[in-house]
């Protein structure tokens, strides 16, 4: 899936990101920082992990996630600011060139969370 370019904007700029699974305890959440997602060539967002143990361990038994993520930086629908609902499939990859990319960047990273993005819809 191509990323719509407001998406893209909202990468560049400082905000949270939540990221929500679901496992046999129920839902759980994370956060981390817009800017550190690396959109890989075929789309997939790159999200080092440094714990994230709870994430992996629901996304092994269910790899759906929702993403939500946004900017009060970039213009949205109705003004100023904007926001996304990705809908995807997760993985966690502990290693390969993407991870040594992203080791690069995040010494302190133990894998990299890749989503593959079903859908972005733009919510603000």
């Known amino acids: 899936m191509q990323l719509p370019t407001p998406l893209l904007d909202v990468l560049k700029k400082d905000g949270v990101v939540a990221i929500a699974t679901l496992g046999p305890d129920g839902p759980h959440m994370v956060n981390t920082w817009n800017s550190y997602i690396q959109v890989a060539e075929d789309g997939r967002l790159l ?7 709870r994430t992996e361990a629901n996304i092994a038994c269910n790899d759906q996630v929702l993403v939500t993520l946004g900017s009060s930086r970039v213009p949205g629908l109705h ?16 290693d390969g060139p993407e991870c040594e990319a992203m ?5 302190w990273m133990r894998a990299v969370l890749a989503i593959t993005v079903d859908s972005a819809t733009q919510t603000l």
């Not at 999200?47 to 143990?53: E, K, N, Q, V």
């Not at 003004?79 to 502990?94: Q, V, W």
């Open 103 to 107: 080791r690069a960047r995040f010494a």
């Open 79 to 94: 003004g100023p600011g904007t926001g996304f609902l990705i809908r995807g499939t997760a993985a966690f990859l502990a």
């Open 47 to 53: 999200i080092p992990a440094g714990y994230f143990h």
